[in-house]
């Protein structure tokens, strides 16, 4: 897969005023296969090794629901002491992967989640992507 | 699937360790790791593994690869173990998604050809459920635990592993021991060269 220049300017814009707008520390988007794509904010850690474990987690996850013969869990994130973690399906092949402080509401966070996957859905549908 | 990103100028690429139980898929990643380490200082992520309490792999062992730059490009090389053993089928299809080369680590021991054998068939079995096959995704060999032929253990000669394996595909090779670091270096050298070389020309200078 071909990241343009202008395609990855716009989508990490996005991510960028998703950070500003919501108060989360990093976001990441990352394919099923494990790879980082594009990112925002600050993390103090290694941004690929994040993007292969939560590809496996929301993979594991998620055969945990065909096991159970559950369709989706749609809720999957994990509260620290001094970090959150989220992750959502935001594409079929895509990932969105947000660190944010257990003081932020969650809801708020899922809301500003899901008003930014539709921005980042509009531009993949309509930015150049080989594949 | 490789990623190449223009604004970042990097290139992406996913290689597997696969094979059997036991083979030595999660002892060449340590070996990798450590000489690196002392070479690649500060280029080489840590060494992340998920595994049971008797040190089997239970999801995959990973670690991220900078390996300087190519055409222009950063290269970041990303290694996986598959866990090997049968019944973790559905983690190994998972680990497998997006692999752009793959290291099939066969077990020289003689009374382990048909679980090699087995591991081979399901490895095919698992690309094609990725839609991939062996014409799309490098492939080497690796003929591992040599070094126990001078401990008078049985090992399967090279010759009939050969044929068992890479009859058809007639694919680079490597005699190797992950233990002692015989060919590990040179097996990950070769695969992440054909491995690039394939997806730079496949996209950028297509």
């Known amino acids: 897969m071909i990241l343009y220049e202008k395609s990855v300017e716009k989508i990490e814009a996005v991510l960028q005023t998703f950070i500003d707008e919501s108060g989360a520390t990093y976001v990441l988007l990352a394919d099923m296969g494990g790879n980082m794509l594009f990112k925002a904010g600050e993390g103090n850690f290694d941004g690929a090794t994040l993007a292969a474990l939560s590809a496996a987690n929301y993979a594991a996850t998620m055969e945990i629901a065909t096991l159970i013969k559950e369709d989706n869990f749609s809720l999957l994130f994990h509260r620290g002491n001094n970090e959150n973690i989220h992750f959502a399906r935001i594409t079929q092949d895509i990932l969105m992967i947000v660190l944010f402080k257990p003081y932020l509401s969650l809801g708020l966070l899922r809301l500003k989640i899901e008003s930014t996957q539709e921005e980042v859905n509009d531009l993949i549908g309509s930015e150049e992507w080989q594949l | ?206």
């Not at chain 2, 081979?120 to 126990?148: A, M, P």
């Not at chain 2, 060269?193 to 394939?198: D, F, L, S, Y």
Request: glycine letters at 6%; aromatic letters at 8%; a positive charge.
């Open chain 2, 1 to 206: 699937m490789a990623i190449i990103n223009l604004k970042e100028k990097t290139i992406q690429v996913k290689i597997i360790y696969y094979g059997p139980g036991r083979s030595g898929k999660t002892t060449n990643l340590e070996y990798i790791h450590n000489r690196l380490q002392k070479t690649l200082n500060g280029e080489i992520g840590k060494l992340t593994s998920i595994d049971t309490k008797g040190d089997r792999t239970l999801f995959f062992d990973f670690f991220p690869i900078n390996l300087g730059k190519i055409a222009g490009f950063d290269l970041k090389l990303q290694l996986y173990t598959t866990p090997g053993q049968v019944k973790y089928e559905v983690t190994r299809r998972l680990v497998l998604k997006g692999a752009d080369g793959i290291v099939f680590v066969a077990d020289s021991l003689s009374s382990r050809q048909e679980a090699n054998r087995e591991s081979f068939d399901n490895l095919i079995q698992n690309l094609n459920y990725h839609k991939l096959d062996l014409d799309g995704v490098k492939l080497v060999f690796q003929w591992n635990k040599r070094d126990l032929d001078e401990n008078m253990i049985s090992l399967t000669n090279i010759k009939d592993m050969e044929e068992q394996l890479n009859s058809e595909l007639k694919t680079k090779s490597f005699p190797s021991s992950a233990v002692t670091g015989l060919n590990v270096l040179k097996t990950v050298n070769f695969i992440a060269k054909k491995t690039v070389k394939t997806v730079i020309e496949n996209t950028v200078f297509q």
